[in-house]
């Protein structure tokens, strides 16, 4: 009796495995054609990275790249997400789908091959920020000081990647130390306070603090390296990147980007601008 009760509850059991594998559902098609259902963007961003992407004292989310972001999302009837990142894991946010693109002043030059690029929109250059009171005029007045710069940064790639570019390593061989710190808003602090002698960073965020803290801190003339931002999609993704491309030529053809990059003149994102002028 018990071999016959056994033989019927593996059969029974058979069963159901078998009908739980045929009811199972297939996993939702990411990075595919979704632009015609598509009706949420995800951008991630930097939160404390100005005048491209930080918050203000009202405590929103606002900046010039996610001003373009909510123009694009405008004007394709999505609802523009804010995803502020911790920029160290940038690359699993984009690649996990948490978010649909990098958009927050992101230098495409040197990494064509890691993600699906839009078009350069803006030209930026790496420089050093330096307090107003410092001895330190020129890049070779750097030795033997304490440099700082943002974790995961193209500052600093700039500094420390190995392939043709052995002058840059040998500026940073020459400091004394090159430290690294999640944001710049705490690289600022950091060089006010006198726990660093200078600061490697993109020339709009140096802008941005120069026209808030003229008094503290001026810059170097001479730049670490020149690049180009774009926005950055996960590589292969190229349905989105072109719609979203698409928009943006839109509202440089109508004029909306120039008028957007014209309330950062202060900053002189209106100048950087490169998109249309390739």
């Keep these: 009796m018990k071999k016959y009760l056994a033989l019927f509850l593996t059969m029974v059991m058979s069963v159901g495995v078998l009908a739980g594998c045929g009811g199972k559902e297939e996993p939702a098609a990411t990075d595919g054609a979704d632009t015609a259902e598509r009706t949420t963007f995800t951008v991630g961003f930097d939160a404390e990275y100005p005048p491209y992407g930080y918050k203000n004292d009202a405590g929103e989310y606002v900046g010039f790249d996610l001003d373009l972001a909510q123009e694009v999302c405008d004007r394709n009837g999505w609802e523009l997400v804010k995803q502020p990142l911790d920029w160290g894991s940038k690359d699993m946010e984009l690649n996990g789908g948490t978010v649909d693109c990098l958009w927050n002043g992101f230098t495409m030059t040197g990494r064509e091959d890691k993600y699906t690029f839009s078009k350069p929109y803006v030209d930026n250059s790496i420089v050093f920020v330096v307090r107003q009171d410092s001895d330190i005029q020129t890049k070779a007045d750097l030795a033997g000081k304490t440099v700082i710069t943002q974790a995961g940064s193209s500052a600093l790639a700039a500094l420390t990647d190995t392939e043709d570019n052995e002058e840059n390593l040998a500026l940073t061989a020459s400091f004394a130390s090159l430290e690294q710190t999640p944001d710049y ?58 719609q979203v491309q698409a928009t943006l030529d839109e509202m440089l053809a109508d004029g909306t980007f120039d008028k957007i990059a014209a309330n950062y003149a202060d900053y002189n994102l209106d100048q950087m601008v490169c998109l249309g002028k390739e």
Excluded at 187 to 199: H, K, R, Y
């Design 185 to 242: 808003n705490s690289a600022f602090m950091s060089l006010e306070t006198g726990a660093v002698d200078a600061i490697a960073v993109d020339i709009g965020v140096a802008q941005y603090q120069l026209s808030n803290h003229g008094d503290k801190f001026r810059q170097l003339e001479e730049p670490l390296s020149t690049e180009q931002y774009a926005i950055a999609f996960k590589l292969g993704n190229e349905e989105l990147r072109d």
